[in-house]
């Protein structure tokens, strides 16, 4: 396993969040991580990619701790989307998607042809060359997300992480951002991702890790893990599990509202 | 606004530059100006030179009387006023990038307040002068840095408690300074009031060494770290994603921003506003992203010119201090920025 978590405590000062955790991210596998809000999701995410550091614990990348690596090193490898990036005033979107370069560059070698490759392509597969010459804060917020996924792509990392990526975004770009995902998969990256819908999940994801307060319950193929008495015991809701006429993967039909109240 | 300056890639072999050809073209002209305003400087004074004599003075082949003006006289004030105004617009440029802030320069967060603390204790209490006084800046900048760091730190230097207590800070040694100059005697107190001013009358090459030495070391650190300031303005934790060392970024380039205030500062005084003010002009002209501070070094470098010369010129055979032209100067700026910011935010 290329990305590894052992034994993690992480906690904000002295509100901890999860402890004794452990997650190993299966390489070359497309995880979604769903459950209930304020979880520890996004902590999990942000200590992966050693934006938190674990109070007690280690994150393993390639086999080595995560801390004793040279940042840009990490920065090669692993890539995140963050769930609510600062916007930053005044720059633009090709800038802005440029900066996602940065672990590539050095000071005698600021813009290669590689460079200018990669922000090109990130642009193009998330739909944001039209907007290259907007400013970022003055986009919507789902053209924004695009953006930023942006950053995140021009990156070229063999691993991604992505904190909820579909947030803002109306149907169909929510599916274009899915559909971008599985293809960066296919093509050999380890993609994890947040996602509210268990439906979406279940459709996209090769595994599932699911957690409650800071704690992981199951991890699998969504086929194995996606259990009606699973969705009740993580998010307290009745439901019945059938099979997506679309894509024979598990659907999520939450209970009515009359079953619910006499159930509970 | 208009959309951002394009970009150009330079490269030769494995060598890569990103380019923004109008930051260039701005920071050429600034240069341009300053050293013109600095030539005109050189030639106007008690004894008005043309300009030829000067530039043969320059160039070593003008006669004993003119180069005791040229370089003896007028010179070290010249360059006094352009590196002193290099420093302050690059110091500032970092700091109001590290803390996101356009309020956020050293004059503003008490950097300089403390440099003058330094300097009036030396002055009034140890009764020293010349160096001793330029040390006695550079001690209580630093130190005042460092307690206002110390005291903004919690979980990381966030950048806006950064700037609130910079200002409570300066505050207080504002108060502190007018209390030393109240128990001091009075021929002290005139002179330390009148070094509170800034000004460049009267330096010399022992001043112009003190802040040549801080551009020449320290300029170069801030360009170095140029990028990092770039990408840190995107956020601590974009910062760390992309593969910047934060903290050690971060702590490189305010110890750097406080060095060249405080070399500015020994050197001509608190010079007030053109830290504040030469960062955002200069950006309003290259409409780059980014800290841009060479061009906020020579924006600097060309306002602090400009005002020694109009120091010189205002008021009839009276040579005012410059901090007092700068000072008219950030007024209006300010008045200007406060109603812009309100239009902006509607
Ligand atoms: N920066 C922070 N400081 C303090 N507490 C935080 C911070 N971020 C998140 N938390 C808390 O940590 C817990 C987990 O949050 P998070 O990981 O963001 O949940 P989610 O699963 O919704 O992504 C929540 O209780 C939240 O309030
Ligand atoms: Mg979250």
Same mark, same amino acid.
């Given at each position: 396993?290329?990305?590894?978590?052992?034994?993690?405590?992480?906690?904000?000062?002295?509100? =901890?969040?999860?402890?004794?955790?452990?997650?190993?991210?299966? %390489?070359?596998?497309?995880?979604?991580?769903?459950?209930?809000?304020?979880?520890?999701?996004?902590?999990?995410?942000?200590?992966?990619?050693?934006?938190?550091?674990?109070?007690?614990?280690?994150?393993?990348? %390639?086999?080595?701790?995560?801390?004793?690596?040279?940042?840009?090193?990490?920065?090669?490898?692993?890539? /995140?989307?963050?769930?609510?990036?600062?916007?930053?005033?005044?720059?633009?979107?090709?800038?802005?998607?440029?900066?996602?370069?940065?672990?590539?560059?050095?000071?005698?070698?600021?813009?290669?042809? +590689? &460079?200018?490759?990669?922000?090109?392509?990130? /642009?193009?597969?998330?739909?944001?060359?039209?907007?290259?010459?907007?400013?970022? %804060?003055?986009?919507?917020?789902?053209?924004?997300?695009?953006?930023?996924?942006? =950053?995140?792509?021009?990156?070229?990392?063999?691993?991604?992480?992505? &904190?909820?990526?579909?947030?803002?975004?109306?149907?169909?770009?929510?599916?274009?951002?899915?559909?971008?995902?599985?293809?960066?998969?296919?093509?050999?990256?380890?993609?994890?991702?947040?996602?509210? &819908?268990?439906?979406?999940?279940?459709?996209?994801?090769?595994?599932?890790?699911?957690?409650? &307060?800071?704690?992981?319950?199951?991890?699998?193929?969504?086929?194995?893990?996606?259990?009606? +008495?699973?969705?009740?015991?993580?998010?307290?809701?009745?439901?019945?599990?059938?099979?997506?006429?679309?894509?024979?993967?598990?659907?999520? =039909?939450?209970?009515?509202?009359?079953?619910?109240?006499?159930?509970? | 606004?208009?959309?951002?300056?394009?970009?150009?890639?330079?490269?030769?072999?494995?060598?890569?530059?990103?380019?923004? !050809?109008?930051?260039?073209?701005?920071?050429?002209?600034?240069?341009?100006?300053?050293?013109?305003?600095?030539?005109?400087?050189?030639?106007?004074? #008690?004894?008005?030179?043309?300009?030829? #004599?000067?530039?043969?003075?320059?160039?070593?082949?003008?006669?004993?009387?003119?180069?005791?003006?040229?370089?003896?006289?007028?010179?070290?004030?010249?360059?006094?006023?352009?590196?002193?105004?290099?420093?302050?617009?690059?110091?500032?440029?970092?700091?109001?990038?590290?803390?996101?802030?356009?309020?956020?320069? !050293?004059?503003?967060?008490?950097?300089?307040?403390?440099?003058?603390?330094?300097?009036?204790?030396? @002055?009034?209490?140890?009764?020293?002068?010349?160096?001793?006084?330029?040390?006695?800046? $550079?001690?209580?900048?630093?130190?005042?840095?460092?307690?206002?760091?110390?005291?903004?730190?919690?979980?990381?230097?966030?950048?806006?408690?950064?700037?609130? @207590?910079?200002?409570? $800070?300066?505050?207080?040694?504002?108060?502190?300074?007018?209390?030393?100059?109240?128990?001091?005697?009075?021929?002290?107190?005139?002179?330390?009031? $009148?070094?509170?001013?800034?000004?460049?009358?009267?330096?010399?090459?022992?001043?112009?060494?003190?802040?040549?030495?801080?551009?020449?070391?320290?300029? !170069?650190?801030?360009?170095?770290?140029?990028?990092?300031?770039?990408?840190?303005?995107?956020?601590?934790?974009?910062?760390?994603?992309?593969?910047?060392?934060?903290?050690?970024?971060?702590?490189?380039?305010?110890?750097?921003?406080?060095?060249?205030?405080?070399?500015?500062?020994?050197?001509?005084?608190?010079?007030?506003?053109?830290?504040?003010?030469?960062?955002?002009?200069?950006?309003?002209?290259?409409?780059? !992203?980014?800290?841009?501070?060479?061009?906020?070094? @020579? @924006?600097?470098?060309?306002?602090?010119?400009?005002?020694?010369?109009?120091?010189?010129?205002?008021?009839?055979?009276?040579?005012?201090?410059?901090?007092?032209?700068?000072?008219?100067?950030?007024?209006?700026?300010?008045?200007?920025?406060?109603?812009?910011?309100?239009?902006?935010?509607?």
């Amino acid at each position: 396993m290329r990305l590894r978590a052992s034994d993690l405590t992480l906690a904000y000062d002295r509100r =901890v969040v999860a402890s004794n955790l452990d997650v190993s991210i299966t %390489d070359g596998s497309f995880t979604v991580i769903v459950g209930p809000n304020a979880c520890g999701k996004s902590t999990l995410l942000k200590a992966l990619a050693r934006v938190l550091t674990p109070q007690s614990g280690a994150v393993h990348l %390639d086999g080595r701790a995560i801390s004793s690596y040279p940042s840009k090193e990490v920065a090669r490898r692993l890539g /995140m989307l963050p769930q609510s990036p600062v916007v930053p005033g005044g720059i633009v979107v090709e800038e802005l998607v440029a900066r996602g370069r940065f672990a590539h560059q050095r000071l005698l070698r600021q813009w290669s042809p +590689e &460079d200018e490759a990669a922000v090109a392509d990130a /642009m193009r597969l998330t739909g944001t060359e039209a907007l290259a010459d907007r400013f970022v %804060d003055e986009l919507s917020g789902g053209q924004r997300q695009r953006v930023w996924l942006a =950053v995140a792509l021009a990156q070229q990392t063999s691993i991604l992480l992505l &904190d909820e990526p579909t947030t803002f975004l109306d149907l169909s770009h929510q599916f274009e951002v899915l559909d971008l995902c599985a293809d960066l998969h296919e093509q050999g990256r380890t993609i994890v991702a947040v996602l509210h &819908d268990l439906n979406h999940a279940c459709r996209y994801a090769t595994e599932l890790i699911v957690m409650r &307060d800071g704690a992981v319950l199951a991890q699998g193929p969504p086929a194995e893990v996606m259990t009606a +008495e699973l969705v009740e015991r993580v998010f307290a809701m009745p439901c019945r599990v059938m099979t997506d006429p679309e894509t024979e993967t598990p659907m999520i =039909v939450p209970a009515s509202r009359a079953r619910r109240r006499a159930l509970a | 606004m208009k959309a951002g300056s394009k970009v150009r890639a330079v490269r030769y072999g494995p060598v890569s530059l990103r380019l923004h !050809p109008r930051a260039l073209a701005v920071g050429a002209a600034l240069l341009l100006v300053a050293l013109a305003v600095a030539l005109v400087n050189l030639t106007s004074g #008690d004894f008005p030179l043309p300009a030829s #004599d000067v530039l043969r003075s320059l160039v070593g082949q003008g006669d004993a009387g003119t180069d005791f003006i040229v370089l003896e006289l007028r010179l070290p004030r010249v360059l006094l006023t352009l590196l002193v105004g290099a420093a302050l617009g690059a110091g500032g440029a970092v700091f109001q990038s590290l803390t996101r802030n356009p309020l956020g320069s !050293p004059d503003f967060v008490g950097i300089t307040v403390g440099a003058a603390t330094g300097a009036l204790v030396v @002055m009034l209490i140890l009764g020293g002068g010349g160096v001793q006084v330029a040390t006695g800046a $550079v001690i209580g900048c630093v130190a005042t840095s460092v307690g206002i760091y110390l005291l903004a730190f919690r979980r990381g230097a966030q950048p806006f408690r950064l700037v609130l @207590m910079g200002v409570g $800070v300066s505050a207080l040694l504002e108060a502190f300074n007018s209390y030393l100059i109240y128990r001091g005697r009075l021929d002290e107190a005139m002179a330390a009031q $009148v070094w509170q001013i800034g000004s460049v009358n009267g330096r010399t090459w022992t001043e112009v060494t003190i802040v040549g030495v801080a551009v020449a070391v320290l300029l !170069p650190i801030a360009l170095y770290y140029g990028r990092q300031l770039t990408m840190l303005s995107l956020g601590d934790e974009m910062a760390v994603l992309h593969g910047v060392p934060v903290e050690r970024s971060r702590i490189v380039l305010a110890l750097a921003a406080v060095g060249l205030a405080a070399g500015a500062t020994a050197a001509a005084g608190p010079i007030a506003f053109v830290a504040l003010a030469a960062p955002p002009l200069a950006a309003r002209l290259t409409r780059s !992203p980014g800290a841009g501070i060479l061009p906020a070094a @020579m @924006m600097g470098a060309a306002l602090l010119t400009a005002g020694d010369w109009a120091a010189q010129h205002t008021l009839p055979g009276d040579d005012i201090p410059v901090g007092i032209i700068t000072a008219a100067l950030g007024g209006v700026y300010l008045t200007w920025l406060l109603i812009h910011e309100r239009r902006t935010r509607g």
